[in-house]
């Protein structure tokens, strides 16, 4: 509809749409003539690279060989699944990919929900129960899925849950598959907890260059492993199917990647300029939401808001809305609003709940981006950059409270 003209809101694509810093666009420029096979798990400069800034982030020390790098997190995500025996235990809701590699991997998968009436915090006592049913009904869940800042929620878990999710995990000897490709998008006045600080033997985390430096067609994916004798198991694996498949991460890619970990203070400082104008528009969003009374979870970080409409399923129903995917159709219909189902999340789809992305809202084109870019960095208050550079946003805004204001009648 976009490409034959329409004019849609585009609340559904998730990819961060911030100009390429120009110190990464140097380093890709001057790795360009570098066209040689590398080794499947990364130069070693990379991962020494990536090492320390972890190291750092994390305030865990981590060795460049406990690192591997591939073509996005997805392959290293694909290729640690089907390195590990036994099925996954996901999330319910979480992000589309990890149900899709389980099934490419012939791994079975066990949802557990969150605790939606508490802002989706990870409920232990469910996640218990979906692992003893899952057991008793012959399955073998060995891995579980945990992503915070989370998508398609939007919120990060603290550290109480990560304790807990941790310690259960250590009892029942299962791997924790830690997604923190959002981290470094974690709004201020919230806190980042990985995994691995409490469950360094069987934990695995998974990161990358896409969302915090809005590189997702670049396809840099990073994985850290435990550094016993579990984790050089799963190296050996990992080497033996990226090199069957993808051979390397390409060449000057690398480069790109050793200049985005190099603790360079203009990068960091862009990282977080990007991080805070995601918040200011995500939490706009919220905050309207909020207002005009739809239930949804504060974003702790990333630039995702989950969104329950179950409150007017009576009312919806007589517009023929039954399901989440109805309620998306009749947004893309009616109001040219585009949305994500709450199914294509694994949730139930009676619970009508969207996910809205704020991510290309007035940043539709490389040129808009770049002017909420200079708008931002010229100083001006929260207040006047949204109510002055964000049209867009305002007018999906404004949709989606005429489509409630239609509801309520």
Not at 113 to 135: P, V
Not at 206 to 232: E, T, Y
Not at 287 to 304: E, K, L, N, T, V
Not at 330 to 358: H, M, Q, W
Request: contains cysteine; positive net charge; proline residues 4%.
């Amino acid at each position: 509809m976009w490409k034959q003209g329409e004019d849609i809101l585009h609340a559904a694509f998730g990819e961060s749409r911030f100009p390429v810093h120009p110190d990464l666009s140097k380093a890709l420029n001057n790795g360009i003539s570098n066209r040689s096979y590398l080794s499947s798990l990364g130069t070693k400069r990379l991962r020494a690279k990536i090492a320390h800034y972890y190291t750092k982030k994390l305030n865990k020390k981590i060795s460049y060989d406990q690192v591997i790098v591939g073509i996005g997190s997805k392959s290293l995500l694909y290729s640690i699944i089907k390195a590990i025996d036994g099925d996954l235990l996901l999330p319910k809701p979480s992000w589309v990919s990890y149900s899709s590699i389980a099934t490419m991997c012939n791994r079975g998968i066990t949802r557990f929900d969150l605790d939606k009436d508490n802002g989706y915090k990870l409920n232990i006592e469910s996640l218990n129960n979906a692992y003893g049913s899952a057991k008793m009904n012959g399955s073998n869940p060995s891995m579980l899925v945990l992503n915070s800042p989370n998508n398609p929620v939007g919120n990060s878990f603290c550290r109480s849950d990560i304790e807990l999710a941790t310690s259960w995990s250590k009892e029942n000897s299962i791997t924790v598959l830690s997604d923190e490709i959002y981290s470094l998008i974690t709004f201020k006045g919230n806190s980042h907890h990985t995994p691995l600080s409490y469950y360094p033997d069987k934990t695995i985390i998974f990161s990358g260059l896409s969302k915090h430096l809005s590189l997702g067609g670049w396809r840099l994916g990073v994985a850290i492993l435990p550094r016993n004798s579990f984790g050089k198991q799963l190296i050996s694996k990992f080497e033996s199917i990226a090199g069957s498949i993808w051979s390397c991460v390409p060449a000057p890619f690398q480069v790109v990647g050793e200049t985005a970990f190099s603790d360079n203070k203009s990068i960091e400082d862009y990282i977080n300029v990007c991080a805070n104008i995601h918040r200011i528009r995500t939490h706009f969003i919220y905050d309207h939401f909020q207002d005009i009374g739809i239930d949804c979870p504060r974003p702790a970080g990333g630039f995702y808001i989950y969104a329950s409409f179950k409150k007017w399923s009576d009312r919806l129903s007589k517009k023929g809305i039954i399901s989440c995917t109805s309620l998306s159709e009749y947004l893309l219909d009616k109001y040219k609003i585009a949305t994500l189902p709450g199914s294509v999340f694994g949730d139930d789809p009676e619970n009508l709940c969207l996910r809205i992305s704020s991510s290309y809202l007035d940043m539709e084109t490389d040129e808009a981006a770049q002017k909420i870019l200079d708008n931002y960095n010229d100083g001006a208050d929260e207040k006047s950059f949204i109510n002055d550079h964000h049209p867009r946003l305002k007018l999906f805004l404004s949709k989606m409270t005429d489509f409630l204001n239609t509801v309520n009648k």
